[in-house]
């Protein structure tokens, strides 16, 4: 376990996102999430009456259809079980989506196009992680060379610790990006 052991404690709600990548036999990508919710007791709703352990309060699903660019090509959002029965009547609204691209600024724009009442509030979470799937997915497939190596583009550069333009790492392996200082390493001997 990496965490640390934690205090006694009883279950209350389970939330479990799962994000895989695909390559379609077309050359586009699809990028899928599947979210479900479920509590650890006994769980009183308006519509669905008094729901049992483990039973399902959310099961969301959305495909994002990109090309290489990260432009978003196709949705598909299925909402197969919701609180309330008027939940999977903004599916279509996902639509919307199609011809935004994955990157700087992008969630503002989804959330102007699908936030609030023109969606839904779990599958606008969805959408970062998927972002971040579609990266990790398409990007090394088309960029990683069999050495590890990979051009690095402005939208990692300083996007975490390890790809801060003033650390070894970018000294290292992209030294025409590296902005800090040049430090002297000195050669240890045994005189």
Same mark, same amino acid.
């Given at each position: 376990?990496?965490?640390?052991?934690?205090?006694?404690?009883?279950?209350?709600?389970?939330?479990?996102?799962?994000?895989?990548?695909?390559?379609?036999?077309?050359?586009?990508?699809?990028?899928?999430?599947?979210?479900?919710?479920?509590?650890?007791?006994?769980?009183?709703? *308006?519509?669905? =009456? +008094?729901?049992?352990?483990?039973? !399902?309060?959310?099961? #969301?699903?959305?495909?994002? &259809?990109?090309?290489?660019?990260?432009?978003?090509?196709?949705?598909?959002?299925?909402?197969?079980?919701?609180?309330?029965?008027?939940?999977?009547?903004?599916?279509?609204?996902?639509?919307?989506?199609?011809?935004?691209?994955?990157?700087?600024?992008?969630?503002?724009?989804?959330?102007? *196009?699908?936030? =609030? +009442?023109?969606?839904?509030?779990? !599958?606008?979470?969805? #959408?970062?992680?998927?972002? &971040?799937?579609?990266?990790?997915?398409?990007?090394?497939?088309?960029?990683?060379?069999?050495?590890?190596?990979?051009?690095?583009?402005?939208?990692?550069?300083?996007?975490?610790?390890?790809?801060?333009?003033?650390?070894?790492?970018?000294?290292?392996?992209?030294?025409?990006?590296?902005?800090?200082?040049?430090?002297?390493?000195?050669?240890?001997?045994?005189?």
């Amino acid at each position: 376990m990496a965490l640390s052991k934690p205090n006694k404690r009883k279950p209350i709600h389970y939330r479990n996102i799962q994000c895989n990548g695909y390559l379609r036999e077309d050359g586009l990508w699809d990028i899928e999430a599947h979210l479900t919710d479920d509590k650890g007791y006994p769980f009183p709703t *308006l519509q669905r =009456g +008094v729901l049992q352990p483990g039973e !399902l309060v959310h099961e #969301l699903w959305l495909r994002l &259809t990109l090309d290489n660019h990260l432009v978003i090509q196709d949705v598909e959002a299925s909402m197969p079980i919701t609180p309330f029965s008027i939940c999977s009547q903004i599916e279509d609204n996902y639509k919307r989506l199609i011809g935004l691209q994955i990157g700087r600024g992008w969630m503002q724009k989804a959330k102007d *196009l699908v936030g =609030g +009442v023109e969606g839904c509030s779990h !599958l606008i979470e969805l #959408l970062r992680p998927m972002a &971040t799937t579609a990266i990790q997915t398409i990007y090394p497939y088309l960029n990683f060379s069999d050495d590890g190596r990979f051009p690095i583009s402005n939208n990692v550069l300083n996007s975490c610790h390890s790809f801060s333009d003033t650390n070894e790492i970018i000294q290292q392996f992209w030294p025409e990006k590296y902005r800090g200082q040049a430090v002297e390493v000195k050669e240890v001997t045994d005189e």
